[in-house]
């Protein structure tokens, strides 16, 4: 939240992400009043920026949502797989589903789409700039400028040389403050020169055990970049053989439309081949597999087979299924393409743990499991020191990230680009 004067504002309102207990947090009441809201931004679509949004409109918020238009058209389908996801949290475990379908479509109808780089009032005094953040589809980070003061939200910050997006925008001079994520501030990302070279080669050393390889995918972004690096690899390329590439997530199906629609957001490479007429998400061998049906059809199709589900985590989703049949055969593979919370089942076994509990069952886990930073939606230490740096911001502001994550990056920023940060706590000032 931020406040000019006596107006009150927030950047994202999303669900905690996690173990059982990390998740409850999302049930405590919001410790402020929606109603005394002036405005709501929104930097991009993922639930843990944007899963809590309607509770916001169903305690008395009145306003506006701020978006890009890629964003609201994700966040449509972000919120309703979130209803479904708590109804049926509700339906096993009776904990509570904390809005319904008409808190969903209130907060659609109040969006209002913004285009990168335009200016906006959002009251009289208080006017905003989204940036091109380059983490997912439609992100962005956000500039305010009030009172003669510069503040700048980061969101979540994009990895280099991501394929469809843009890179992220240099950040604005003359930041009085900045509030930035840290997901990855204290790890490097492997070397990654050809990023094309290190999924082939992943992936044909998976199939040439002759088994599955299961890539856990969140929906938004990672699911479309890897249909998008398959068809150059599979379809314009040939450096692997054909073989069926199942993406079973509804989700991510639909999230793939939107990809399609807002084509003007793409990069350089990705615009031309649009232009030249080739179909980025669609390629022989790749099966979308929508509905309950077809996804029960991919284990009588026998391996080598690749198939992407979510949720990215495996804290849910078609994902489990796979697992719970894959997990314990070595001629399988799993691997981990994004970040993985503590506490979920995806970080468990990224760890060494064997066995793991799934839907009631105890698994072995005797399958190659294999992990890319590389493929990740988020920066690393070096993208965000050089990023933060080249603006040198009066004063920076460190969170999402584990607490020792966020420390370390604290000292690289002062040893390294002489900036001055602190790691953020709940409920902290920062004045301005
Ligand atoms: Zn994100």
């Given at each position: 939240m931020f406040t000019v004067g006596d107006r009150h504002f927030l950047v994202d309102c999303g669900m905690f992400q996690g173990d059982k207990i990390k998740e409850s947090k999302n049930r405590d009441p919001l410790p402020f009043d929606p109603a005394s809201l002036s405005g709501v931004l929104i930097t991009h679509a993922h639930l843990d920026h944007v899963g809590r949004l309607p509770l916001l409109v169903k305690k008395g918020y009145e306003g506006k949502f701020y978006a890009t238009a890629p964003t609201i058209e994700l966040l449509e389908l972000i919120l309703e797989d979130a209803l479904q996801i708590m109804?049926?949290?509700?339906?096993?475990?009776?904990?509570?589903?904390?809005?319904?379908?008409t808190d969903i479509a209130k907060v659609m109808q109040r969006c209002k789409p913004v285009e990168y780089l335009e200016k906006i009032t959002i009251v009289p005094g208080v006017v905003c700039t989204f940036h091109d953040a380059g983490h997912i589809f439609?992100?962005?980070?956000?500039?305010?400028?009030?009172?003669?003061?510069?503040?700048?939200?980061?969101?979540?910050?994009?990895?280099?040389?991501?394929?469809?997006?843009?890179?992220?925008?240099?950040?604005p001079a003359n930041i009085d403050l900045l509030v930035c994520e840290s997901t990855y501030g204290n790890r490097l990302?492997?070397?990654?020169?050809?990023?094309?070279?290190?999924l082939?080669?992943?992936?044909?050393?998976?199939?040439?055990?002759?088994?599955?390889?299961?890539?856990?995918?969140?929906?938004?972004?990672?699911?479309?970049?890897?249909?998008?690096?398959?068809?150059?690899?599979?379809?314009?390329?040939?450096?692997?053989p054909r073989i069926p590439i199942f993406i079973d997530s509804p989700l991510a199906i639909k999230a793939t439309r939107t990809y399609l629609k807002y084509t003007k957001y793409y990069d350089q490479e990705a615009g031309r081949l649009v232009k030249s007429g080739d179909d980025l998400f669609d390629f022989p061998g790749l099966v979308m597999t929508e509905?309950?049906?077809?996804?029960?059809?991919?284990?009588?199709?026998?391996?080598?087979?690749?198939?992407?589900?979510?949720?990215?985590?495996?804290?849910?989703?078609?994902?489990?299924?796979?697992?719970?049949?894959?997990?314990?055969?070595?001629?399988?593979?799993?691997?981990?393409?994004g970040y993985q919370s503590e506490g979920t089942l995806g970080r468990k076994i990224l760890e060494g743990h064997s066995p793991v509990e799934i839907m009631g069952e105890r698994?072995?886990?005797?399958?190659?499991?294999?992990?890319?930073?590389?493929?990740?939606?988020?920066?690393?230490?070096?993208?965000l020191v050089a990023w933060i740096g080249a603006?040198?911001?009066?004063?920076?502001?460190?969170?999402?990230?584990?607490?020792?994550?966020?420390?370390?990056?604290?000292?690289?920023?002062k040893t390294e680009a002489n900036v001055v940060a602190v790691v953020a706590a709940i409920g902290a000032d920062e004045e301005v």
């Open positions: 109804m049926h949290n509700h339906r096993a475990t009776g904990a509570e589903v904390i809005y319904d379908a439609g992100s962005a980070f956000i500039e305010v400028e009030a009172e003669g003061k510069k503040a700048v939200f980061s969101g979540d910050v994009g990895n280099i040389n991501v394929p469809i997006l843009r890179d992220t925008e240099a950040l990302h492997e070397e990654m020169t050809n990023r094309e070279e290190l082939t080669n992943l992936i044909s050393d998976a199939i040439s055990k002759g088994g599955t390889l299961m890539i856990p995918s969140f929906s938004l972004e990672r699911t479309q970049e890897l249909i998008y690096e398959l068809n150059a690899i599979v379809d314009r390329k040939h450096l692997l509905t309950k049906e077809e996804s029960k059809k991919i284990n009588s199709t026998p391996g080598p087979k690749i198939i992407i589900a979510g949720a990215g985590m495996m804290t849910g989703g078609r994902i489990l299924h796979h697992a719970m049949r894959y997990l314990s055969d070595e001629r399988n593979t799993l691997l981990i393409v698994i072995p886990v005797r399958c190659h499991v294999k992990s890319v930073g590389a493929l990740s939606a988020h920066a690393d230490q070096n993208k603006a040198q911001p009066k004063k920076v502001v460190l969170n999402h990230g584990e607490e020792y994550v966020s420390a370390d990056l604290v000292e690289k920023l």
